[in-house]
């Protein structure tokens, strides 16, 4: 009897097509399924309470990948208008509310289902530090009216401090490095240069051994360990080391009785200014010196450059200073400035040139009349501008003669406000190591990234289904000439 095979029935050929369709559907929708989705993201809000003012910042990342380095970013910034919080030490219950602008924007632009698990976070800097030493009570006072103005809002609210000049400086270090993206290259990491008002920072890898454990902090980051080098030193912000070299230039003629006149070779040729005391010797930085003086520029970068040097004390118990007794390893690798060292030497067209080119063009812009300078920069805010010379000078004087880069080494120093979208400060370092968010091991990595992945499966599929119908092609032809199957 012959019997014709089942497996010959187009039914069943149909029925396997669809098995096999079904399959690759199945595969393709559990790989969908798994794949995060892209509009998930969290937030996070930083506020720098700087000496000259205060910025918010918000940061974004997507909800699954935490602890994927480089995944947070700056999504929105609002500086604050006024002062910095510590200019509130006589009417501290108004520091909290100058800041409801920015808070209520923040509370706009973060969706509302995420406010409650946002957190937010205020650091304040040397500003702080200082009306502390001053005044403890007023800077108590201040830090309260904050914290119960930032209560009221919906986040999460995770504290209003004080950070200390190794956190500044580590947190501005971590924030350009992770920017960079260097904790998962092997290219070594970038040091930090940041310039404030109050305080400035310097922060990097040496290498060498530290002879003072002040200056030491060690991370584990994503695997790898890093021994930093950094220092803060307070009164040598921009604006304090002006009242410092004032207070410098004032003193030998404080014994003068009539009207103190002082010709600043810092200050541009025509500009003369009453200054009255208060408003300069008015912090724990200078002497308080209670005479008011003319304040007139001269406009000479070399005799300048002399009077800055005397704001730095160069006596040093270690095998090596940076100055008021400060032990610093030789500068080594690349250097990011941020803040005010960026502000500075943008304004002044600096930030491309060697070091010798630097020093001539600020020589010709010290030596501009200030009428001239005013004609020529009439939106620029005046205080700005009658400084930059000062500011310049201190900054060229602190790097070269202080820091001790070289002609050569003034090359690696890169002058930048942000890297991407995110700008260069402590604040991203700071939320970052609060919130866990780099990890001391790198996470395992997946065998594939997701695009592989998803191929990989689905050539996986369609080669089953190939060789369901060859093996279906195979089952079908007979073995030998018969085609016929004999019971
Ligand atoms: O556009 C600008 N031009 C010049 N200087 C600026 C500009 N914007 C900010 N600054 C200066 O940058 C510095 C920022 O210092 P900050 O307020 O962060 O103090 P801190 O870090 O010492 O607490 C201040 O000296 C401020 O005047
Ligand atoms: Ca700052």
Redesign the pocket.
Known sequence: MKVKNSWHRPQIIVVTALIAVGIIIMVAIAVVQHKPLHQKYKYGIVL?A????TSVYIYEWPAEKENNTGMVQQKHSCNVKGK?ISSYSGTPHKAGESLKDCMDEAKKIIPNHRHRETPVYLGA???MRLLKMDNYTASEKVLKSVETFLQTYPFSYEGARIISGQEEGAFGWITVNYLSDNFRKASGTMGALDL????TQITFVSGQEMESPDNSIDFRLYGNDYHLYTHSFLCY???QVLKLSLEKQIEPKLDMTDNIILEDPCFHPGYNVNKSFQSVFDSPCVKKITSNFTHKGLGEWNKCHKAIKKVFNTTCIYSRCSFNNIFQPPVKGGFGAF??YF??MN?LNLTNLNLDEAKKRLETYCNTSWDTLKEKHPSVKEK?LAEYCFSGTYIITLLEDRYNFTNKTWNNINFIKKIGDSEAGWTLGYMLNLTNMIPAEAPETPLLPYGGYVTLMLILSLLIFVFFILGYIFFRRPSGSTHKVII
Do not use: E, N, P, R
């Open positions: 720098d700087g000496s000259s003012h910095g800097t040397a500003g404030g008002g109050a305080s912000g921009k604006d803040s005010a502000f500075v304004f700005y």
